[in-house]
């Protein structure tokens, strides 16, 4: 069992910037495909970046891609999201989600993830 928990999140202008962690607990983190989703209120929980148990791989949705950047630390069993140039439309829960096989740059949807925090608010003014 693994268990997630996020943290970082706050309210920060347009523009501005903001870095979500997310520590693990658990010996087998560095195991672990790590991910993070987010979802607006009234709308599903949507994909947002994606990297391997190696940290070699990564992989974002367009609507981020160039602005938020995904790390890992397995010595400290924590992933990171770093949010640039934040929008509005960034406003959101964002969770953290890991996945058993190990990751994959191609698991973008929420039913491939094993595990789940609870959740983190961002929220960005306009």
């Known amino acids: 069992q693994v268990q997630l928990v996020e943290s970082g999140g706050g309210v920060v202008q347009a523009g501005g910037s903001l870095t979500l962690s997310c520590v693990a607990s658990?010996?087998?983190?560095?195991?672990?495909?790590m991910a993070w989703f987010r979802q607006a209120p009234g709308k599903e929980r949507d994909f947002v970046a994606v990297?391997?148990?190696?940290?070699?791989?990564?992989y974002y949705a367009d609507s981020v891609k160039g602005r938020f950047t995904i790390s890992r630390d397995n010595a400290n069993n924590t992933v990171y999201l770093q949010m640039n140039s934040l929008k509005p439309e960034d406003t959101a829960v964002y969770y953290c989600?890991?996945?058993?096989?190990?990751?994959?740059?191609?698991?973008?949807?929420?039913?491939?993830?094993?595990?789940w925090g609870q959740g983190t608010q961002v929220t960005v003014s306009s």
């Open positions: 990297i391997t148990w190696s940290g070699s791989s990564t």
């Open positions: 989600a890991a996945d058993r096989s190990g990751g994959n740059i191609y698991y973008t949807v929420t039913g491939l993830y094993d595990y």
């Open positions: 658990g010996r087998t983190f560095s195991n672990y495909g």
